[in-house]
């Protein structure tokens, strides 16, 4: 049982625009702490995508946003393209501990 | 651009100490104000954050292996290492070091090594 709660699963066609949510509580999202995401396409390592709920690193499109609202968060996939088909991860700060959500496979259909 | 490689045995015997070590090129392990984390990956499943060292050699580990967890840092050799100990079957996963950004509100890793597998195996 994963501190942050992911859908296990998503769905889109090409083009179209996709969200993951992020559910946390008081203690993680809800006191504040940030929310980040990572993509992991098949067999390779988690990559940072969204920094500090709503930040993008260098080289990462613009099609990719993050946003935080009370003890929950959320990543938005406009454009959806077939090389987005991975596993998405939220994660944040609980307790000193790095927490991470149970993961949600994006399919492009 | 900074790059981190795991490397150790790829196959433990139960009851073992599971051993890795992460070697940081294309930058200081003690430049900049950053964290070295391991996080681990069971075939199939999810992310699981295990704990982190700061070169002082202050470390901070997941409680639920705190017992078995011993991280450590060689600033000489830009390294850092994991030691696990009393392994099972449970423990086979992919192992992954990173390096961890922090602030007051935030703490995330963006740099990963690409990650090695480890089998509990007799």
């Known amino acids: 049982q994963s501190v942050l709660t992911q859908p296990p699963s998503v769905s889109g066609a090409p083009g179209q625009r996709v969200t993951i949510s992020c559910t946390g509580s008081?203690?993680?999202?809800?006191?504040?702490?940030?929310v980040h995401w990572y993509q992991q396409l098949p067999g390779t390592a988690p990559k940072l995508l969204i920094y500090?709920?709503?930040n993008r690193p260098s080289g990462v499109p613009d099609r990719f946003s993050g946003s935080k609202s009370g003890t929950s968060a959320s990543l938005a996939i406009t454009g959806l393209q077939a090389e987005d088909e991975a596993d998405y991860y939220c994660?944040?700060?609980?307790?000193?501990?790095?927490?991470f959500g149970g993961g949600t496979k994006l399919t492009v259909l | 651009q900074v790059q981190l490689q795991e490397s150790g045995p790829g196959l433990v015997k139960p009851s073992q100490t599971l051993s890795l070590t992460c070697t940081v090129s294309?930058?200081?392990?003690?430049?900049?104000?950053?964290?070295w984390s391991w996080i681990r990956q069971p075939a199939g499943k999810g992310l699981e954050w295990i704990g982190r060292?700061?070169?002082?050699?202050?470390?901070n580990y997941n409680p639920s292996l705190k017992s078995r967890v011993t991280i450590s840092v060689d600033t000489s050799k830009n390294q850092f290492s994991l030691k696990l100990s009393s392994v099972t079957a449970a423990d086979t996963a992919v192992y992954y070091c990173?390096?961890?950004?922090?602030?007051?509100?935030?703490?995330?890793?963006?740099?990963w090594g690409k990650g090695t597998t480890v089998t509990v195996s007799s």
């Open positions: 990173a390096r961890e950004r922090y602030s007051s509100s935030s703490r995330y890793m963006d740099v």
């Open positions: 294309g930058g200081s392990i003690s430049s900049g104000s950053y964290y």
């Open positions: 060292i700061y070169t002082s050699g202050s470390t």
């Open positions: 008081s203690s993680n999202i809800g006191a504040g702490y940030d």
């Open positions: 500090g709920n709503s």
């Open positions: 994660q944040s700060y609980d307790s000193s501990l790095r927490v």
